[in-house]
């Protein structure tokens, strides 16, 4: 994880804001791992943004290390998680774009708008945000 994870959006539209790469290395026992799961029927599950950014990017192509700068955002066709573990993220943050688009690719219509009504929800209930508060699955 980059210090970039932290950083708000910049920029009045979210699609201009310039995203920070992140360094990354996944072994070939990962790579077989996962595709042995897919092979099986089974799910792969992203724990954290990061993982997820990373998978995604080998999804799509990328190589097994190296840096992505990938953006997720609604519209996102993931290829590379089945479901996502992760923490509350802050207002105006990448993160919570990338939950968004997760929502939507899990049938959540406006996904963005369906985690916000879930975050309501947590911030009635008290539930704690950033990285070493709650988390949610998105699955």
Same mark, same amino acid.
Request: aromatic share 10%; charged share 20%.
């Given at each position: 994880m980059g210090p970039g994870t932290f950083l708000p959006v910049d920029? $009045? /539209?979210v699609e201009d804001h310039?995203?920070?790469a992140e360094k990354y290395e996944v072994s070939s $026992? &990962? $790579?077989e791992a996962i595709a042995e799961t897919r092979s099986g029927g089974g799910r792969v599950v992203a724990v954290g943004t &990061? +993982? @997820? /950014? +990373?998978l995604e990017t080998l999804a799509h192509g990328g190589p097994s290390s190296g840096e992505t700068d990938l953006f997720i955002l609604p519209g996102h066709q993931f290829r590379g998680v089945d479901a996502l573990l992760t923490n509350f993220h802050t207002p105006r943050s990448t993160l919570l774009g990338? +939950? !968004?688009a997760f929502a939507s690719h899990l049938g959540a219509g406006d996904g963005l708008r369906w985690v916000k009504s879930c975050y309501r929800e947590a911030i009635e209930e008290g539930y704690r945000f950033y990285s070493y !508060?709650? @988390?949610?699955l998105w699955k």
């Amino acid at each position: 994880m980059g210090p970039g994870t932290f950083l708000p959006v910049d920029s $009045e /539209r979210v699609e201009d804001h310039s995203m920070h790469a992140e360094k990354y290395e996944v072994s070939s $026992e &990962t $790579e077989e791992a996962i595709a042995e799961t897919r092979s099986g029927g089974g799910r792969v599950v992203a724990v954290g943004t &990061t +993982v @997820c /950014r +990373v998978l995604e990017t080998l999804a799509h192509g990328g190589p097994s290390s190296g840096e992505t700068d990938l953006f997720i955002l609604p519209g996102h066709q993931f290829r590379g998680v089945d479901a996502l573990l992760t923490n509350f993220h802050t207002p105006r943050s990448t993160l919570l774009g990338l +939950v !968004g688009a997760f929502a939507s690719h899990l049938g959540a219509g406006d996904g963005l708008r369906w985690v916000k009504s879930c975050y309501r929800e947590a911030i009635e209930e008290g539930y704690r945000f950033y990285s070493y !508060g709650d @988390c949610s699955l998105w699955k």
